[in-house]
Each structure stands twice: as C-alpha cells, then as structure tokens.
C-alpha cells in the first residue's frame, strides 16, 4: 500500500482514484500520521463482510433442512464475474449456515466472492425475516443479530426481549417483557 501526503494525495488525486479502480488502496497520512485509507468501493466494507464466512456451519440447530437439498450442484464460478449483482434466497444461506463437513457447501463459492467484494448479494426483507427466525425460534439472539451492532432498534415486543444487544424502542414500557427492562 502506497503511503502519501495530504497535500500530495490533493494533487494526485486523479492519480489515485484510478490505483483505486485498479484495486490499489492508497494510506494518506498528515503531518506523518495516518489520517485515512483510499481504497477501491468493492473493499470498503470487506472485515464487516468476511465475519460472515466465520458463521459457516453456526446454524446447524436452528433450521429444519431438507436433506434433497444437499445434493444441488456449486455454483459455478464462471457466473461471478467482477460487479455482478446475485439475488440471494433465504434457503442457500441456511444451506450455508447449517452445512457441515461437505454438505451445502456448493454456496461457498458465491458467498466467498460477495465477502471479498468481488461480486455483490441482494437479499429481500423477505428473505432475512426467514433467515432470522431459524435462530430467534432456538433463543439464540446473537446468531440473529451478529454482525457488530451495538444496539438494536425494533418495535417488536418479542425482539425486545434480547439480552444479546441493549435495546432502543419506542414501545410504551408495558409493552415491553421484563427481560427488556434490565
């Protein structure tokens, strides 16, 4: 990673979004002191985006699964090219989440490629009310709510309840369960 000056980096800047284009992240730094990072889009979020990869396997106990749907072939990687956008269905991130050894694992692929900002996921509301469930059913808020929040906000009764996060609503208090009040 090339280290460069404030003032440098304001003349070079043309310079240095295109090493961003090309995948180069630049350090720039002020009176010796680094001040901020120019990095490509597709790696901005990427440390938030490879703890996901870390879940492989967590969820074992939280969805019923079909087994039939072990045997579906990989992803094929020739269709994740650089900016593809994917649409992801709640099932194959449970296949992902409940895999063990082999099995489920033909989503790896895929979700490595989104983690390493390679290609983009889209995922409806739809789909992560289900994926939610599966954990919330099971008690296990923090497998539901990871990610590195720190706090959540929810207007659910039910949500409020967690202990996995401190909880900001606007529930009148005698909406709320007991659990919520701590």
């Given at each position: ?7 440098a ?7 240095l979004?295109e090493r ?29 985006r490879?703890?996901?990869?870390g879940l492989r ?26 900016g593809?956008?994917?649409a992801?269905?709640?099932?194959a ?8 050894g082999r099995?489920?694992?033909g989503?790896d ?6 983690a390493?900002?390679?290609?983009g996921?889209l995922i409806s509301?739809?789909?992560i009310?289900h ?6 059913r099971?008690?296990n808020?923090a497998?539901a ?7 959540m ?24 369960p ?5």
């Open positions: 990673m090339e280290i460069v000056g404030a003032e980096a304001r003349k070079r800047l043309p310079e979004l961003a284009l090309r995948g180069k992240q630049t350090l720039i730094s002020r009176h010796g002191q680094s001040v901020a990072a120019l990095v490509p889009l597709h790696q901005r979020m990427l440390p938030q490879l703890i996901f990869l396997g967590s969820g074992r106990h939280c969805w019923k699964v079909d087994e039939r749907h072990r045997a579906w072939r990989p992803v094929p990687a020739s269709m994740l090219t650089f593809a956008l994917v992801i269905d709640s099932s991130l449970i296949a992902f989440l409940t895999q063990t099995d489920g694992a989503y692929p895929l979700l490595q490629a989104i390493l900002g390679h290609c996921g509301t739809l789909s009310g994926l939610l469930m599966g954990p919330l099971q008690g808020e497998l709510l990871h990610g590195g929040a720190i706090a906000a929810t207007h659910n009764p039910q949500l409020a309840q967690t202990a996995a996060l401190p909880v900001l609503t606007a529930l009148p208090l005698a909406a709320l007991l659990a919520a009040l701590r």
